[in-house]
């Protein structure tokens, strides 16, 4: 078992910065990659940012140069930089866990925070 608790949200007015944390703890040694979802109300859960344990990164086209994700392994903290944040941003967002069980992920959440970008 993995757990996640995240933590770092609130509101903000538009252009302004947030810094979201993700501390891990469990059977983290088998987790491939350390994610950042977001879900807006009425839409889907979408992807913002990944890291790997290389420390290989991905974003979605949307944040591409304004957010930043970042791992501290001495401590366990997947953290994820946001800047010039948009009222579009404006969701949950979930750290998540994922490990590669060689056909399929298997996916550890945590419980989510609220971001809320005020125009």
């Known amino acids: 078992q993995v757990q996640l608790v995240e933590s770092g949200g609130g509101l903000v007015q538009a252009g302004g910065s947030l810094r979201l944390s993700c501390a891990a703890s469990?059977?983290?040694?088998?987790?491939?990659?350390m994610n950042w979802f977001r879900q807006a109300p009425g839409k889907q859960r979408e992807l913002v940012a990944g890291?790997?344990?290389?420390?290989?990164?991905n974003y979605a086209d949307s944040v591409k140069g304004r957010f930043t994700i970042s791992r501290d392994n001495a401590n366990n903290t997947v953290y994820l930089q946001m800047n010039s944040l948009k009222p579009e941003d404006t969701a949950v967002y979930y750290c998540?866990?994922?490990?590669?069980?060689?056909?399929?992920?298997?996916?550890?959440w945590g419980q989510g925070t609220q971001v809320t970008v005020s125009s």
């Open positions: 469990g059977s983290i040694g088998r987790i491939n990659r």
């Open positions: 890291i790997g344990s290389t420390e290989d990164t």
């Open positions: 998540n866990a994922a490990r590669w069980e060689g056909t399929v992920w298997f996916n550890y």
